[in-house]
Structure formats: structure tokens, C-alpha cells
């Protein structure tokens, strides 16, 4: 039987390559609601309470590569259906391009990409007693929003924002990846998520503890693509936090077992996934 990742593993940071690292402040700041907790060189780090949500590194010429595994989009989780709104409205003002809007039964959610083409979604999560299930297992799809309900949120409130709640989080991580198979067996046998659902044969969702999803993995762009190219704006890696450093351990341990490289980080551990993404393991902090 295959070991199972702690229930209270979660996601912490997304770290991206950008083009250019003021456009990206301004984008992420303005439109996004984020705040740049600091600066070192050319890489920023943002976030919307103490810890960091985001961090980008500037490569000057880095360009958006078409038909690689990488990054589909990573989504930002807000605490509720008014903060989503908020975000929502603060798109309208700032007249950001939105470039889609969906509900997946789970959640609902606003998709979009930032100035070097990285996918976005921001989204809200229904309660957990309100989760679809079909056979068992959590049901999601992909339908129209209902965008008057969300700015129905607002009625009655101040028009003001100060940006992204506090409570705000990495909610999930949308990957492009070249076989479904091997990263699925990667994210289930060596992460140690459990398999949520198939979306066909092009599309799977794994995560700890239940949720309906903490990665998506899908070859809509990318069967059998190689990974991006080091002058590639997208995904650097992204991290997976467990609550104990037992926890850590035994995914040293799952990751020798498969013959995965290991890198360490001082208390992370950095691998690749089949398909050449970054993923960093670590420990929570109490932030």
C-alpha cells in the first residue's frame, strides 16, 4: 500500500522567472492585491499576510516558449466569496484582462495571466460539506459563474480594498505535463498525494487530506513536450509544506526508494517531477 502524505501537507510558495521585474511588481501589486514583503537583487518576494506567496526572478530576454511541460496556471485561494469579489472588482477597476470565469461545483474561479503569459486563477472554495460527490468521490466541472451573485457580496460595503486577505493562500498548482501516468505515479507514490479524479485520459487531481485538489496535471499542451528551455519565463519550482520534520523524512525516503535525484537546501529537499517541474519539499513554519 502505497505511504500517504500528512493530511495537513499544504502548498506554500509559487517562484517564477519574469522578463521584466517591475512590470511584474506593478501587475501583481496593482491588479492582484499583493504586497512586496521584500526585495534582494532581481528577485522580489510578495505575499498577502507574513509569508510569501510569490516569488519572481527577473531574467532580462527570458521569453514565453510554447508546446513545453511547465506551468498552466497556479491559483491564488481567497478566505471567501467576498474576498474573491473584492479581487474581482479591483480587476474591473484596474481594467485587467480577465480570460475566464468558471464553477467547478467545488469552488468558483477567475482565470488570467500575467504580463509574460503565466496562468492565474484566483478563486473560493464552498464550504467542504457542500462538495459534490459522485460514487464516492468529489465531483467538479467546469460551468457558467454566476457573476451577480459574486458582486452581490459587495452590497452594502465600503468600496475601499487594502489588497489580498491576509488569509489568502496558494490554494493549488495547474501543471503541463508530458505523460499523465508517470507524473500521476511521481505525485501519488513518491509525494504521497491520493488521486481525487480523472478528468479523462488527459487530465489528473491529486492531493493530502481530501481536498479536491492541491495539483492538477494535464497534457492539453504538452503531450510528449519536452521542458522549457533555460531562458524561459514560467515556473522555477513551487513548494509542498508538511507539518512535521518526520513528515520530511519519509519523503526522503519515498523519493530514494523511486531512484529520484535529491537535491537539499538547507532544510528543504528540491526533485523534479517526470516532466521536469520543481517541486521543494519543507517543513512549515508556524507563520
Not at 501587475?27 to 512586496?36: I, P, S, T
Not at 492538477?216 to 533555460?230: F, L, V
Not at 520530511?248 to 529537499?269: K, Q, T
Amino acid at each position: 500500500m502505497t505511504e500517504t502524505i500528512h493530511p495537513d501537507t499544504r502548498l506554500g510558495a509559487v517562484h517564477l522567472t519574469v522578463s521584466d521585474l517591475e512590470r511584474s511588481l506593478a501587475f501583481y501589486q496593482n491588479a492582484l492585491g499583493f504586497r512586496l514583503n521584500r526585495r534582494e537583487g532581481a528577485q522580489a518576494f510578495l505575499g498577502a499576510g507574513r509569508s510569501d506567496l510569490l516569488t519572481l526572478l527577473e531574467k532580462p530576454g527570458a521569453r514565453a516558449v510554447r508546446r513545453t511541460t511547465g506551468l498552466y496556471h497556479f491559483a491564488i485561494l481567497t478566505p471567501s466569496r467576498l474576498e474573491l469579489a473584492k479581487a474581482l472588482r479591483n480587476l474591473a477597476q484596474t481594467r485587467t484582462p480577465v480570460e475566464g470565469f468558471a464553477d467547478h461545483l467545488v469552488s468558483e474561479a477567475i482565470y488570467l495571466s500575467d504580463p509574460d503569459g503565466n496562468g492565474i486563477e484566483i478563486y473560493r472554495d464552498r464550504p467542504r460539506h457542500e462538495w459534490p460527490r459522485e460514487d464516492g468521490h468529489i465531483k467538479m466541472a467546469t460551468d457558467p459563474i454566476d457573476i451577480d451573485g459574486i458582486f452581490a457580496e459587495l452590497q452594502g460595503r465600503p468600496d475601499g480594498w487594502d489588497g489580498l486577505h491576509p488569509e489568502t493562500a496558494l490554494g493549488h498548482m495547474h501543471l503541463r505535463v508530458a505523460q499523465i501516468a508517470n507524473t500521476e505515479a511521481f505525485y501519488r507514490n513518491v509525494v504521497g498525494f491520493d488521486l481525487i479524479m480523472h478528468f479523462g485520459s488527459s487530465a489528473s487531481f491529486v492531493s493530502a487530506g481530501g481536498y479536491h485538489h492541491h495539483l492538477g496535471m494535464n497534457t492539453w499542451q504538452s503531450a510528449g513536450a519536452p521542458p522549457p528551455p533555460p531562458d524561459a519565463v514560467g515556473l522555477r519550482w513551487y513548494d509542498i509544506l508538511v507539518p512535521m520534520r518526520a513528515e520530511l523524512d519519509r519523503f526522503a525516503n519515498r523519493a530514494a526508494a523511486a531512484g529520484v535525484p535529491i537535491e537539499e537546501r538547507g532544510d528543504a529537499l528540491f526533485v523534479r517531477d517526470p516532466a521536469g517541474n520543481g517541486v521543494q519539499v519543507a517543513v512549515a513554519s508556524n507563520q
